[in-house]
């Protein structure tokens, strides 16, 4: 099995500044792909971030030029950099990984999500 443990949410001013952490652990091979999505209250969940193991990445429109995915393969951790942090950024934030598994099976799978909140 791969579990994947979340850090770094919290309460933050507009405008302000968050670091997510997202470390993937058990049964990995390879992990090609890593991301961050997000949901707000009333609303689907959407992709925020996704990075591959060659740092190929791919953004929301909504975050582009304020947050910043990057990631250390060596460690299966996948970092989001969030800045000019916005009220409308206020949600749940999902680690995801596509693994592949030791076995050679291939599961995406999901963190438990760690709530960011912005407000003055």
């Known amino acids: 099995q791969v579990q994947l443990m979340e850090s770094g949410g919290g309460l933050v001013q507009p405008g302000g500044s968050l670091r997510l952490s997202c470390g993937a652990s058990?049964?990995?091979?390879?992990?090609?792909?890593m991301g961050w999505h997000r949901q707000a209250p009333g609303k689907e969940r959407e992709l925020v971030a996704d990075i591959t193991t060659g740092g190929s990445t791919n953004y929301a429109d909504s975050v582009k030029g304020r947050f910043t995915i990057s990631r250390d393969n060596a460690k299966n951790t996948v970092y989001l950099r969030m800045g000019s942090l916005k009220p409308e950024d206020t949600a749940v934030y999902y680690c995801?990984?596509?693994?592949?598994?030791?076995?050679?099976?291939?599961?995406?799978?999901w963190g438990q999500g760690t709530q960011v909140t912005v407000s003055s």
């Open positions: 058990g049964n990995i091979f390879s992990i090609p792909a």
């Open positions: 995801d990984a596509d693994v592949i598994t030791s076995t050679k099976g291939r599961n995406r799978y």
